[in-house]
Each structure stands twice: as structure tokens, then as C-alpha cells.
């Protein structure tokens, strides 16, 4: 059975953390992560396409993180090989594995638009 998209556990973990009558934190925490890391991975295909193998992993790096905070657990493990690929200095190892991560941002993106469409909905009708 194929893991899901995002971990269901960090996702309800998220949730609970929204004091009553406050801002939903999981919209605010994935809203961040839509708006932040199409920057950082713009940044690691340039690093990767120019060859600098050390910005590739900084960049590497910096989404495993953003991967982890929200459960994105494909995203997550491709950033681990390409931050591990990284430090090897093997960019020729690492075409796979930045399409691999184009493709996992992809999911993940797709799927927090789901999660947050309806959040937004039922604060839009709220207002």
C-alpha cells in the first residue's frame, strides 16, 4: 500500500494545536509551506543545473525540513537521498532524484490545496 501524501498523524497533530476561535494552525503551517518552498526548489535545480554541488545540498536540506514540520514523507525521503547525494558531491547521481522530488513536491502541493480548500470555504462563508 503506497504511503500517504502527507502523514496523517503530523496533519491531526496540526490540527489540535488550533486554540478554539483562533486562525486554523494547519492552514497557517501549510500555507507557509506553499508559499516558501517553491523558492527553495527553484533554488535547488539552479544550484543542481550549475553544478554547485553545495548549494544543492543546502537547498536539499532546508526542504527536508520544511518536508518533515508538515509529514510530507515521499518528499521527505528524496530530500534525505539528494542531501546525502549531495555531500558525496555526485550531481550526476542526483538528475533522478531531483525529478523524483519535482514529482513528490508536486503531490504535495496538490494535496494541501485539498486540505486547505475547505478550511478557507468555511471561513469565507463565516464572514
Not at 26 to 34: A, H, K, P, T
Not at 66 to 91: F, P, T, W
Request: aromatic fraction near 2%.
Amino acid at each position: 500500500m503506497p504511503l500517504p501524501v502527507l502523514d496523517p498523524a503530523v496533519i491531526a497533530t496540526l490540527r489540535q494545536l488550533t486554540p478554539p476561535g483562533e486562525p486554523d494552525v494547519l492552514s497557517e503551517v501549510l500555507g507557509l509551506f506553499l508559499s516558501d518552498a517553491p523558492g527553495r526548489m527553484t533554488r535547488l535545480r539552479t544550484a543542481w543545473r550549475d553544478g554547485d554541488a553545495v548549494a544543492v545540498q543546502r537547498s536539499a536540506h532546508s526542504l527536508k525540513g520544511s518536508a518533515g514540520n508538515i509529514g510530507a514523507i515521499a518528499m521527505l525521503a528524496v530530500c534525505k537521498e539528494l542531501d546525502e547525494q549531495d555531500r558525496a558531491g555526485d550531481l550526476a547521481a542526483m538528475t533522478p532524484l531531483v525529478a523524483s522530488l519535482d514529482a513528490e513536491y508536486a503531490k504535495v502541493a496538490a494535496e494541501i490545496q485539498r486540505l486547505i480548500k475547505p478550511s478557507e470555504e468555511i471561513r469565507r462563508s463565516g464572514e
